[in-house]
């Protein structure tokens, strides 16, 4: 029964393919999620933007390096804060840092806006694209916050980051998330910004 789950001496595992690095240093691996946090305009959406770029690109963009391999090159950007102005503009912004033109929409790049749906719904939303979108290499979260209620409660936060655990191993792809710092220190907020810590692949800490 529990065969799966079990890891066998004997038996060879390979490393998860790499996806995304800042200069020489691994951020993100098929199979895995990661997260950026900083302290309110402190430049996380820009910094995610050229995270983005890079991997539309398949290339290099500021330091960051991308490779999606074949048939996982789509990304989909979920923002749950901005209004679609605003949404338009980093979408703009990433197209003009990755070199590609501005004037057409991309099959290989789906931005949303859940800015007003409930936590649920927003859930639900993303699950089904994943769902009906399998070349999806890279998933955005810019705003992981609005996918919980109450930021510190312990079993939203441990259901989310196993759902965040489940659709990145389950659909193969990273999930790269976004989480604002506290204002008073350098702790990223609530119980989910704790769970993000321990769980996370690899954590940016974004300052000006």
């Known amino acids: ?6 890891v066998s001496v004997t038996n060879t595992y390979e490393q998860s393919p790499v996806v995304l690095m800042v200069d020489d240093s691994i951020i993100g691996t098929l199979g895995n999620f990661s997260a950026s ?28 390096r991308a490779s999606l391999p ?12 901005q209004s679609k102005y605003h949404c338009h503009k980093v979408m703009e912004r990433i197209l003009r840092l990755a070199g590609l033109p501005t004037d057409k929409d991309r099959d290989d790049f789906v931005f949303i806006v859940l ?21 999806v290499g890279l998933l955005i979260i810019d705003g992981i916050r609005d996918l919980m209620y109450d930021i510190n409660s312990p079993s939203e936060s ?7 655990m489940r659709w990145s191993s389950g659909y193969n ?20 910004g704790t769970e993000l810590n321990n769980k996370a692949e690899t954590v940016l800490l974004v300052e000006k």
């Open 70 to 81: 074949e048939g996982k090159r789509k990304i989909l950007y979920v923002d749950t804060e």
């Open 173 to 192: 792809l990273h999930i790269h998330t976004v989480l604002h710092l506290n204002k008073g220190d350098d702790n990223t907020r609530g119980h989910i």
């Open 158 to 164: 441990t259901d989310l980051i196993n759902l965040l």
């Open 115 to 135: 800015r007003e749906q409930t936590p649920d719904k927003r859930k639900q939303i993303i699950g089904y694209m994943l769902e009906n979108m399998p070349d």
């Open 1 to 6: 029964v529990y065969k799966r789950q079990t």
């Open 37 to 64: 946090t900083g302290k309110a305009k402190a430049k996380k959406t820009f910094n995610v933007s050229a995270l983005v770029a890079a991997s539309l690109s398949n290339g290099k963009v500021l330091n960051y």
